[in-house]
Every structure is written in C-alpha cells, then in structure tokens.
C-alpha cells in the first residue's frame, strides 16, 4: 500500500516525517462533480444569474479514498468521513488531517475531502473566477459539500451510511454548520479551532488574540518585539530611513518602499510571522503553515525569541526571527512585503480569503501595543469597510453570519465536538463551554492551531492524546446513533444500550458484558422468529 497520496497530476504528497504510514488506496485520487453555481434555493436567496455555463454547474475538486471503508459485523456499510475543505487546496488537508484518517482506519470508514469552491482547482470560472466572486458565500460551500455528499452516497449505493465532518479553522465552521443545517446529512461534526464567537451579536474581545501571542512570547521576548517597531516607524518617516530599511531586511529590488505606507506595510508583514508561529507553536517541526516549503521548528515561538536577542542589532533580530516563517525553506533572498491573511496559500487564495472577510467572514482584531507585544491598531469598522469598497465593491455583513448560523446559540445543535488549544490566539474566539452532553467544548492545555486534528506524534503532549481519544468515543457515540436509526426494527432492543448512564449503572454492578450479551441473543431470537414467520406467510400465499 502506498504510503503518500496522489494529486490530479499523480505526484507523491509528502505526508512529513512525523506522519504515521497509511494502508490506504485512493480509487480516483481526485475528481470532480458538477456543483451549481448559483445554488439560490439555500434560504431562498436570489444570488444573480447564473453565467452561461452548461447547467450552470462547475468542476467541485474532491478526493475520495476507499482502501479503509469495509461493511460492519452486522454487514451494513461503513460510514463516510467527510473534511469540509476551506482555503487553500485541498491536498493542504489531505496530508494534514490525520485524526480523519486514523480514525477512519479504525472504523472502516470511507474518506472524502472536499475543496472549496474558488480555491485550489475548483474555479468556477477559470482564470476569470477572482473577477467574478459574487457566487463565493459561506452557503454555496454548505451547498456544495451537502450535494457532494449526496452525489457519494448514491454513486457509491450508500444511503444509509453515517457521515462525520472534520474541519480545522475556517474549516471547523463550515463542519459545525453543516451538522446545523444538514442534520439529516450529517451525524456529527468536529470542529477544531474554529472561531465561532467571532460570529456573533456579542462583540469577542478584540485584543485577546494579540495577548495570547504575547503571553506565549513571554515578557521579555515581547517588550523585546515591542521596542522595534517604533524605530521602523521613525526610520520609514524619511528616504533615507526606507533606504536602510530595505537593506536590513533584505527586500527585493520590486519591493515598493516610497512612502511610510510601505514601512507599514513591512511592519504587518513582520507582525504575521509571529501570529502565526503562535498558531504554529507545535511540539514537534511543522511544515502545515508552509504547504510544504520548509519547515517552521518546533515551539517555533522560542526560537523566534532566541534570534530576537541575537543580532547585532534589534531590527537585524526582527528579520531573522520574522524569517523562520517567511524563509522557512532557507532559500530565499531577497523578500517582497506582503500583508496576506493567508501566508501559506497562493496569492489569489490569499484574495479570494480577503474577499471573504469583506462579505461574511470579517473579524474583529485589535491591538494596543501595551497588553501586547505590536503597536496602537485600533478596530475602525468605517475604515475597515471603506478599504472593502475600494478593493472588492462590497461592503461586510457583519450579522449575517449570526442571523444563518446562530451565534453563541450552539445549544439548538447536537452531536458536534468543539476543540480549542489553549496555546493558539484563536481560541479567544473559539467555543470552550460546552452548551450539553453532545456539544461539548474542549480547551486543550500545551495545544496550538487545531493540533488535535493532525497525525498522531510521539511527541504530542498528554492533553492532545487525551482529547483525540474523547473525540473518537464521540464519533463512536455518534455512529452508534445512526445506525440505531437506520435500523427500526432493532432499535427498540438496542437503543437502551446507547445511555451512557445504564451502561455506567450495568458496569458497575458487573451486569455490562452480560446485558449486552443478553439482549444481542434476544434480538438475534426476534430476528429468527420474524424470519420464521415470514417464511410460514410465503408458503401459505403459495398454497
């Protein structure tokens, strides 16, 4: 069995050295379904007309897997993993997800992982797709993963096969709502390191995430951070300042430095580095937040402080450390000032992902340059949407989202598990109170950016293995469900099995093997019995 997956171009994905060798074929790596494009029956939107394309449909890219899905004792069909895709191409998730793929291992599951619509290769109009964005909505993604589901499902005779969606991030929310808006589709969701609060009536604290990075920074690394940017500020005031700003850092030839814009921009652009080796802050080296061009180092954080007190100079220091990220592959030269939401992604993901924030996705965000380790950067909504006019035309819908998903109200949902790690700035937006038995809320110590959801490492820390143990026992809780559901005929003996608190009672008195024991026989004599009676009726229709 190959140990790396195939793209559409059959080259190897490397899966990284930390990651577990998997028995797993992938039957058509990667294909693709007709989508429609304007898909106005989600909520009884009019989106626009549709372009004159056939059945106003695109290419929906997806990978699906088989080598693992294998029938029940009972000879039902396994269920379908499903990772709800978000921004960036979906081989990003394929070699990253491996809770999705190890559990699915373990419960014979058939795996499928989905592109989002106007990333990777999934254009809905090519090379013009960045010009026409106005079918690019939370709800046509729902749309399209809730018809790639059903497209599976009937391709592969599979319509009562349970289905478990995984998403990390942006990811996390789309898995969260689709359990919310497909509840007949989807059995459960786990949703890790999703900023779901950020969604809601109630403003999120729009400082903590600049304090998390802080505080993992520690102290002295951060009043360290904080004492740089006032002199790039001072020295992007002249010409001559801008000048010797570009030779510290390196910048390129093209790199645009003619006004204190740019320096801003340089800033920004430095300031990412660290948000997102926060985010990165794994125990073990990382090449999810590169897609695969070098490797950010283990605590990538720590060694960034290191470097920050080792140059000759405090801006020689900022360079270096920003350099972790922005050279992680240690072959680059000269640098081009970018201030993308997307570090990792290509530069029209990182559009396409701007475009998202100016509509549905926006999110709060603030820093003081006190509390933190940066500079003064207050959220000015006007400001906010005035830049989203000028670049895109729109202007964001900042309650949309709350009005289609709900908000802070997870407590209508069931079945979702919501993971946060206490290390990753994002969880300052993430659900960490869970609202019920089956939505509960996870804060994992000694954990970054949706850690649980990745292979399993011999250096994952307790808390990690601790939690992708309570999220397997919840898809299993989940699977046993729908099964029971699917199963009429035998629910009525087997859904008291399901209790958790008379399976504790049964165990505790010693009766547990006993009672499940006692009532498979039980259900097994029914099953004989009806088909005896059965059997008793054809003969006497036939007399």
């Known amino acids: 069995m190959p140990r790396a997956l195939v793209h559409h171009a059959r080259r190897p994905l490397q899966l990284g050295a930390h990651h577990t060798p998997l028995a797993c074929t992938c039957v058509a790596p990667t294909r693709a379904v007709a989508s429609p494009l304007g898909l106005s029956w989600l909520l009884g939107l009019t989106l626009g007309a549709p372009p004159q394309t056939p059945l106003g449909t695109f290419p929906l890219r997806y990978i699906l897997c088989d080598g693992h899905w294998r029938p029940r004792r009972d000879g039902r069909l396994g269920p379908l993993f499903f990772y709800a895709g978000n921004e960036a191409a979906v081989e990003v998730y394929v070699n990253h997800t491996g809770l999705l793929w190890e559990t699915a291992a373990e419960m014979g599951a058939l795996v499928v992982f989905a592109e989002h619509r106007y990333y990777g290769k999934s254009q809905p109009f090519g090379a013009d797709s960045l010009r026409r964005l106005e079918f690019l909505t939370t709800e046509h993604a729902l749309g399209d993963y809730a018809s790639l589901i059903a497209y599976i499902k009937a391709a592969r005779n599979a319509a009562d096969a349970p289905v478990i969606a995984f998403g990390g991030s942006y990811g996390g929310l789309l898995a969260s709502w689709m359990r919310l808006h497909f509840p007949w589709l989807v059995d459960g969701a786990i949703s890790s390191s999703a900023p779901a609060w950020a969604k809601d009536k109630k403003p999120m604290d729009a400082g903590a995430f600049a304090r998390i990075v802080t505080r993992e920074l520690g102290e002295p690394c951060a009043a360290k951070l904080r004492s740089t940017w006032p002199e790039i500020f001072e020295r992007g005031r002249i010409p001559e300042g801008r000048e010797e700003l570009r030779r510290t850092f390196r910048l390129c030839p093209a790199a645009n430095m003619q006004s204190e814009k740019h320096a801003l921009v340089l800033a920004l652009w430095l300031q990412l580095a660290f948000d997102v080796m926060a985010m990165s802050n794994y125990p073990f080296p990382s090449a999810y937040f590169t897609s695969g061009d070098g490797f950010l ?45 997307v570090p990792w992604a290509a530069s029209e993901a990182a559009d396409v992902w701007h475009y998202q924030g100016c509509t549905e996705l926006s ?16 959220w000015d909504l006007e400001d906010f949407s005035a830049a989203c006019q000028r670049r895109w035309g729109v202007r964001p819908r900042h309650d949309w989202a709350v009005l289609v998903y709900g908000g802070r109200q997870v407590h209508t949902a069931s079945n979702i598990v919501f993971s946060n790690g206490a290390l990753d700035p994002w969880a300052s937006a993430g659900v960490t109170t869970s609202t019920s038995k089956s939505v509960i809320a996870l804060l994992i110590p000694d954990s970054a950016h949706h850690l649980d959801l990745m292979f399993s490492h011999p250096l994952d820390p307790r808390s990690v293995i601790d939690a992708r143990a309570l999220e397997r026992r919840e898809i299993a809780r989940w699977l046993r469900e729908a099964y029971v559901r699917s199963s009429p005929q035998s629910a009525w003996t087997l859904q008291w099995l399901l209790d958790e608190e008379v399976l504790k009672m049964l165990l505790a008195a010693g009766l547990g093997a006993a009672a499940g024991a006692g009532a498979l026989a039980w259900e097994n004599r029914m099953s004989a019995r009806r088909a005896h009676t059965q059997q008793r009726q054809r003969r006497k229709k036939r007399s």
């Open 297 to 341: 180092p283990a605590f990538p954080l720590r060694a960034a402080c290191v470097l920050l007190g080792s140059s000759a100079s405090r801006l020689e220091g900022l360079r270096d450390a920003a350099g972790l990220l922005h050279n992680a592959s240690g072959d680059k030269h000269c640098f081009t000032p970018l201030h993308v939401a």
């Open 363 to 378: 999110v709060n965000l603030s820093r003081d340059g006190v509390s933190d380790a940066f500079w003064a950067q207050p």
